[in-house]
């Protein structure tokens, strides 16, 4: 599976990019490709591409604040807060997975 994902927590710190490294871990555990593009403090890092995105099976959006969800019209999207991903990115990739099966 494909997929792409975007965290931002409210301060666009610590918790953006734990977000981006549990996912990264859990996506490769369950043998799957994952883009991650992160909004920091410091801006956007590793933006999504176009392609990335048109290529994407889903689209997870760890994120605590608003974040433009246009370019991902026509996906299928699992919002989740950037808390949960820490305690459970494995099991929302499995849920991402049984969604597309459904």
Avoid: N, W
Avoid at 83 to 96: D, E, H, P
Wanted: net charge negative; charged share 30%; with cysteine.
């Amino acid at each position: 599976m494909k997929l792409v994902a975007i965290c931002a927590c409210t301060s666009g710190i610590a918790h953006t990019y734990m977000a981006k490294e549990k996912l990264r871990k859990a996506a490769e555990s369950l043998g799957h490709e994952i883009h991650i593009e992160t909004q920091g403090t410091i801006g956007v890092e590793d933006e999504l591409t176009p392609e990335q995105i048109a290529e994407a099976d889903a689209v997870i959006l760890a994120v605590d604040i608003h974040v433009e969800k246009d370019r991902f019209k026509g996906k299928r999207v699992m919002e989740v807060p950037t808390s949960l991903v820490l305690k459970a990115s494995k099991q929302i990739i499995q849920k991402v997975e049984e969604s597309l099966q459904a």
